[in-house]
């Protein structure tokens, strides 16, 4: 037991002067003779006892009563070990969209932030921090609106970035006892079932998951073999469990232009085709309608007229199959025998190829370099005649070079499957393969990515930024590559890579990027709209393209239109969908390193017991009006 005002006890000394007046009050009796008093003497005796007994009974109960009154006033009380340790508190609340599941005809996320508002102590400091915000310090008072306004974010934090920021909540210095609160459903997308050192810091989880809940989203939307008849829009949406049929609707600058029911796969996954005219300009929205997650049941795409690359080949007769893989919807092809006949409209070009040429003055090759730096793509490929020194000037820029010249014949034989150039081209990997072969060609020097290896380990295709460098000439008769199936993937994926198309629909949160074949005037700035919402996208001019990158902006999904540009354009953004699989963590294998709870009122029950005083004070004073009763008893019961 321990006291708030322990200096009251000093009053017990007190006590010791009733004891001296209760020993000055006992005074002998002198006996007087009396004739016949020998009853007398019989009640003297008994009554003279009685009152010794109530005067010791007073005396015992007066004591008590000023004791226990000392002691109330010296307020006692008991406490938790824990309770006079500085303690601090972070609280985690998950605000992602599968928090959108809900429950109770409520969703998650409002599920829970009514029971945090209603179990933490009023007299507490705290810090909260969700996906997106944090506040430090705070009382319930100071934010109990601005919780219960929270949004929901497309940004899910993982495990181990969770344990790291809440990490920075707490203070250092004084080592109190920390306490990391964790309020989530814990998908599976949050990362492995494991968690990175705490540091002192005690994990409570708290998970809140809805009970049968069926998810249906539509995940991607891609166009399949365009023809000169249709685009064929692929749809691609899949459910958490079997779903059975669900409509869905595509509009076109929100005008319904067709529906169409799609139906549960076993696969996990289901597909429904529409067809749309090509050539025509759609903004469009695919929309579905269930009882799950909000956020996954539209996605914005939209369709433009696509700006054809410009290849530039510079070489001679024997680069006719440049002309038979260019030329075609996609690409705008140009072939000149030197490029000084080119050089003119280089800064125009997306993809220039050096096929063969044997030498490269200086000039030409600071050319090409800025040529790079501005943004385009430059393919190499050597002539076995070639003035190695010219070349070398322009590789050099890059820390790479020609060397010597090998004329041991060589396979190719080894593909890197995870390069860029080919991440898109195999869907597997070739096992029964007819790799061409090699007479001639040159060891390279530096370091580059190897696209295509020879047998000897060395690179036939290799790679640096947008630097493309073969090291073995094309002519049919150095090599059959260019009878090769590799030939047509290989380069046509050079020149897809050659200029950031725009896409279908782009994901808000992840950096991507798109080149317009536009420049703008001084005093015109590109940017992107929707209805009231507009932002300037980070820009760069490369040559007589203008490249947009869209990262932290813009954050709500929807198809922009592209402002302050003569070219009729807009771009589709929409959230990821990682959060639709609705699958989760199994919070056992982490409680070597965090302990569970079922509720967050059960967490402030535990935590507020951790820190509790209980004042014994008000018993004290109980006892001394029982001890004032005694007194009145005995006085009244001892006459």
Known sequence: ??????????????????????????????????????????????SQKSQTLKRWLLLLT??????????????????????????????????????????????????????????????ISFSLFTNTNEYRDVSLGEIRNTVLQLPYSSNQLTLEE??????????????????????????????????????????????YRADDLI?????????????????????????????????????????????????????????????????????????????????????????????????????NSEGEFLGRLFGDDLTEFRSVNSLDQGIGTLKDQDLVILNQITSLPPAMAESLKDFITQGGSLVLIPSMEMVNADFNLLLSSFGISYGAKIDTPVEINEINYTHP???????????????????????????MSSILKYSNEQPFLASKEKLYVFTASLNPGNTNFTSSPLIVPTLYA????????????????????????????????????????????RQQLSGEKTRLWFEESPTEPGVYSLENSKINRSFSFNYKRDESELSYLNLGKLQATARENNSISGFFGEFENMRAVNSLWKWFVILALLFILAEVIIQKALK
């Open 421 to 447: 150039l080919y991440s898109e081209v195999f869907e597997e990997r070739a096992d029964n393969f007819e790799y061409p072969k090699v007479q001639e060609h040159y060891r390279i020097n530096g370091r």
């Open 215 to 315: 998810n249906i989203a539509i995940d991607s939307v891609y166009i399949q073999n365009p023809s000169a008849s249709d685009n064929k829009l692929v749809i691609n949406i899949s459910g958490n469990t079997d779903f059975g049929s669900t409509p869905v609707s595509l509009f076109n600058r929100g005008n319904l232009i067709a529906k169409s029911a799609v139906n549960y796969s076993s696969e996990g996954s289901s597909e429904l085709v529409f067809s749309l005219p090509v050539g025509q300009f759609v903004e469009g929205v695919v929309s579905i309608s269930d009882q799950g997650l909000e956020y996954d049941n539209e996605l914005y795409f939209n369709i433009n007229t696509r700006e054809k690359i410009k290849v530039l080949a510079v070489g």
């Open 494 to 537: 050079m020149a897809l890579r050659s200029r950031s198309l725009p896409q279908l629909y782009y994901q808000l949160g992840r950096n991507s990027s798109v080149d317009i074949a536009e420049v703008p005037e001084e005093d015109r700035i590109l940017s992107l709209k929707k209805e009231e919402l507009e932002f300037i996208p």
């Open 62 to 123: 007066r004591l008590a009563l000023f004791t226990v009154l000392i002691i109330a006033f010296a307020q006692p009380f008991t406490a938790n070990p824990t309770a006079f340790q500085k303690q601090e508190l972070a609280i985690y609340l998950d605000n992602s969209f599968s928090m959108q599941a809900r429950e109770d005809n409520s969703a998650l996320l409002e599920n829970t932030i009514q029971e945090l508002i209603t179990s933490i102590p009023e007299d």
């Open 162 to 207: 969770i344990v790291l920021k809440g990490q920075t909540f707490f203070n250092e210095r004084d080592n109190p006892l920390k306490n990391l609160l964790m309020i989530s459903d814990f998908q599976k997308s949050m990362g492995r079932d494991s968690l990175p050192t705490q540091g002192g810091i005690e994990l409570v989880f708290v998970p």
């Open 1 to 46: 037991m321990l006291f708030k005002y322990p200096q009251f006890l000093w009053f017990l000394c007190l006590l010791l002067i009733p004891i001296f007046i209760h020993l000055l009050q006992l005074r002998r009796f002198k006996p007087t003779p009396f004739t016949n008093v020998r009853l007398l003497q019989r009640v003297q005796a008994k």
